[in-house]
């Protein structure tokens, strides 16, 4: 069974702190995804990575760095937090290239005071 | 902006009735996907139909592929209780890793 997990599922932060945000897939997949929702706007991409140490920028990459020292693990960091950057935050992976399913983490909420 | 958009935003049915949702993309696409989302969670794949095939089924669902009008459309037939949730479409375009998603349609389904 897929499993992706996410460090937290509620994190709260003052503005100005440095956030780091965990994602571990064990189905040793090539392709892993950050993603942010909030209402009436649905899931926009953040970063994604293709293969250990690669990133590329997805639609809103403004404020977010990203990390992938291991297959299995992809970091998300605000260098920075603001109030707008509080949302929910959706990792995913996927077996490489580009026609498979994604597997979602739980989610982690993150709010910024 | 290459976010798909889905249609109605929100639907409320009678458990046993049918449910359609649609899905509108802007260009060429390697594959499509549905996925759904219960309250607060994280997202799971419901089926997977790609740019070459016409209609899809798996159990309840039944998914179609319009690439002319670049549409898709998710019927779950004789809906229940459980299916209340949030569905998402998801488009994989040509030559790109990228999966976009769409805004989503909010299901009611009443007992």
């Known amino acids: 069974d897929v499993k992706v997990t996410q460090s937290s599922r509620y994190l709260v932060k003052r503005t100005g702190e440095k956030v780091f945000l965990e994602c571990v897939q064990d189905?040793?997949?090539?392709?892993m995804f950050w993603y942010r929702q909030d209402p009436g706007l649905g899931l926009r991409l953040i970063y994604f990575?293709?293969?250990?140490?690669?990133?590329e920028k997805g639609d809103i990459p403004e404020g977010y760095s990203v990390s992938r020292e291991k297959k299995e693990r992809f970091s998300l960091i605000l260098e920075s937090a603001s109030t707008n950057q509080t949302s929910m935050y959706l990792c995913?992976?996927?077996?490489?290239?580009?026609?498979?399913?994604?597997?979602f983490g739980p989610g982690t909420r993150l709010t910024v005071t | 902006s290459q976010q798909g958009e889905e249609d109605p935003q929100a639907l409320s049915i009678q458990e046993g009735e049918n449910a359609t949702m649609n899905c509108s993309y802007k260009?060429?696409?390697?594959?499509l996907q549905w996925y759904r989302q219960n309250s607060g969670r994280g997202l799971v794949h419901l089926i997977l139909?790609?740019?070459?095939?016409r209609e899809k089924h798996s159990g309840r669902l039944r998914v179609t592929l319009d690439t002319s009008k670049k549409s898709s459309s998710l019927l779950i037939t004789a809906s229940r209780a459980a299916d209340t949730a949030s569905y998402f479409c998801?488009?994989?375009?040509?030559?790109?890793?990228?999966?976009?998603f769409g805004t989503g349609t909010r299901l009611k389904v009443l007992a």
């Open positions: 260009t060429s696409i390697n594959n």
């Open positions: 139909i790609r740019s070459n095939e």
């Open positions: 998801a488009t994989v375009y040509t030559g790109t890793y990228k999966y976009i």
């Open positions: 995913a992976s996927s077996f490489g290239g580009s026609q498979n399913e994604q597997y």
């Open positions: 990575s293709y293969d250990v140490k690669m990133k």
């Open positions: 189905m040793d997949h090539e392709n």
